[in-house]
């Protein structure tokens, strides 16, 4: 059974930073994409960034951009999100999701339960 | 980056009735879009996957059908547990992947 779970979420300062966990279990880590979507209270789905099996390509939503680091620990089965600069609008649950195949790698099937980051002054 | 419209925006109905969601595409997608349920207080679940596809366990009342850009997911008929918010996502040209602002599904 596949199992994602994220770790970290806090209550930051604007400008503060942060890193997102995701530790992954039942499935081979390493031949899968992964993904991070993030969902502000009340509003609907963001896709913020895509790493690649390997770790060596990567993808951001324009809003996070030079901001923020997705990166993989592979014999870990982690995945991690690196925030930075943090501004209120990045208040969000953030999901750390798994692609149903390694070819339709951002065709979302298995979703975390989400870890809940405040940007507050 | 392709903008997706769902509509309605909350949809009314009642038990054992007929949904059907709308999702257009600013520009074509083919057939890479893909639907979404989320319940208050859960993740996301996959429910239609390239515009026709049910993903595993989702049951067949739930049917998807379109592509290019206009889009349609079909509840045959409402049960309880479909009461809920639906969002359509498109892969078909990416980055960014982009969603729909959801249509809420709410018992009349």
């Known amino acids: 059974e596949v199992q994602l779970l994220e770790s970290g979420g806090d209550l930051v300062q604007p400008g503060g930073s942060l890193r997102l966990s995701c530790a992954a279990s039942?499935?081979?880590?390493?031949?899968?994409?992964m993904s991070w979507v993030r969902q502000a209270p009340g509003k609907g789905l963001e896709w913020v960034s895509t790493i690649s099996g390997t770790g060596v390509g990567t993808s951001y939503a324009d809003s996070v951009k030079g901001r923020f680091t997705i990166s993989r620990d592979n014999p870990k089965n982690t995945l991690y999100l690196h925030v930075n600069s943090l501004r209120d609008e990045d208040t969000a649950i953030y999901y750390c999701?798994?692609?149903?195949?390694?070819?339709?790698?951002?065709?979302?099937?298995?979703w975390g339960q989400g870890t809940l980051l405040t940007v507050s002054s | 980056e392709i903008v997706l419209t769902q509509s309605p925006a909350t949809l009314s109905l009642s038990p054992g009735e007929r949904a059907t969601l709308s999702c257009r595409a600013s520009?074509?997608?083919?057939?890479?879009l893909a639907w979404y349920q989320q319940k208050p207080g859960q993740a996301p679940r996959l429910l239609i996957y390239d515009a026709v596809n049910r993903a595993t366990g989702i049951p067949a009342r739930f049917s998807g059908s379109g592509s290019g850009t206009d889009f349609t997911l079909t509840i045959s008929s409402l049960e309880p547990e479909d009461f809920a918010i639906y969002y359509c996502q498109q892969r078909s040209n990416w980055p960014p992947v982009t969603f729909g602002g959801g249509t809420k599904v709410e018992i009349k």
């Open positions: 039942g499935f081979t880590f390493n031949s899968y994409a």
């Open positions: 999701a798994k692609p149903r195949t390694t070819e339709a790698v951002t065709v979302f099937d298995s």
């Open positions: 520009q074509s997608v083919n057939t890479y």
